[in-house]
């Protein structure tokens, strides 16, 4: 599902709005628009392009998921990291984890299928959505990521992502 125009008018925050607080709380970041990305192969192929040389960069995936108990859980982890979901919900502690519907995905982040970015958590942590980052981020320069739409990419430094995550009131459990 593509993120057009007619659908973003559902979300709670759009990108645009997303953007202009990153300016306002001084967190600095790279925009780079591109046609809709549905899938980490299609990523790759226009993030290549995107990245410094020279830069150490994270690129990442992002995981909407839910367990038995239907708690609501964002995981990003690098792009190219294999996923075992009854692994990672040992890890997590959690149990058995599913991937959560296009609607709960809509209700919990605000956001559409395709777009799931940790940016979204400035919609989750009003919906009690736990976060999980990658522990490879705490070694990351910049780190690569949707803002609420599949159509532009953002590279926050990792020092402002932490930063955005302390402005919304944001947990970061490290896996």
């Not at 040992?90 to 605000?110: I, N, T, Y």
């Not at 956001?111 to 070694?139: C, H, R, W």
Request: charged share 25%.
């Amino acid at each position: 599902m593509d993120n057009a125009p007619l659908d973003l008018d559902s979300m709670p925050v759009s990108s645009d709005a997303l953007l202009a607080q990153l300016d306002d709380w001084g967190l600095g970041y790279v925009l780079h628009e591109h046609p809709p990305l549905h899938s980490v192969g299609e990523a790759k192929e226009v993030e290549a392009a995107m990245v410094v040389p020279g830069e150490n960069a994270l690129r990442v995936k992002n995981l909407y998921l839910r367990d038995k108990k239907k708690r609501n859980y964002l995981v990003t982890l690098e792009q190219d990291r294999k996923i075992d979901l009854k692994e990672l919900g040992a890890e997590l502690g959690v149990g058995k984890l599913s991937f959560g519907s296009p609607e709960r995905l809509m209700q919990h982040l605000g956001i559409l299928p395709g777009a799931v970015t940790p940016l979204s958590m400035i919609n989750g942590v009003e919906k009690d959505v736990a976060f999980y980052m990658d522990s490879a981020a705490q070694q990351a320069d910049v780190i690569y990521m949707h803002p609420l739409v599949n159509t532009r990419t953002v590279g926050l430094k990792r020092s402002d992502l932490m930063a955005f995550f302390e402005r919304i009131g944001c947990a970061v459990t490290w896996v």
